[in-house]
């Protein structure tokens, strides 16, 4: 299975940015939860928002009512909507998902995607 994450940028502050993640395999595979973190300039890697397959959703205090997080099972890909966004939302964001595959054997894979740069001028 790879994750292939796109749509960071340049925004101005009060911007909006939609970042998509896409899940992808020779194999048969499902998907359980999927997940955005994001690691700001000399800080640690924090998650920003959740979205389990049910489609029960989770956001970090500081995203709350300006971030969204959705998927299309169909096309195995999350997607973060970013709306009012500050120079505090600045940094590289990463997709993670975790699930199974299935072959001659059943197996559990849990990646990251390579990052997107998310830059909030001010």
């Known amino acids: 299975v790879q994750l292939q994450a796109s749509g960071g940028g340049l925004v101005q502050a009060g911007g909006s940015l939609r970042l998509s993640c896409a899940a992808s395999?020779?194999?048969?595979?499902?998907?359980?939860?999927m997940n955005w973190h994001r690691q700001a300039p000399g800080k640690q890697r924090e998650l920003v928002a959740s979205?389990?397959?049910?489609?029960?959703?989770n956001y970090a205090d500081s995203v709350k009512g300006r971030f969204s997080i959705s998927r299309d099972n169909a096309k195995n890909t999350v997607y973060l909507q970013m709306n009012g966004l500050k120079p505090e939302d600045t940094g590289v964001y990463y997709c993670?998902?975790?699930?199974?595959?299935?072959?001659?054997?059943?197996?559990?894979?849990?990646?990251w995607g390579q990052g997107t740069q998310v830059t909030v001028s001010s």
């Open positions: 979205i389990t397959s049910g489609g029960t959703t």
């Open positions: 395999s020779g194999r048969r595979f499902s998907i359980n939860a």
């Open positions: 993670e998902a975790d699930g199974w595959t299935w072959g001659d054997t059943v197996e559990a894979w849990r990646l």
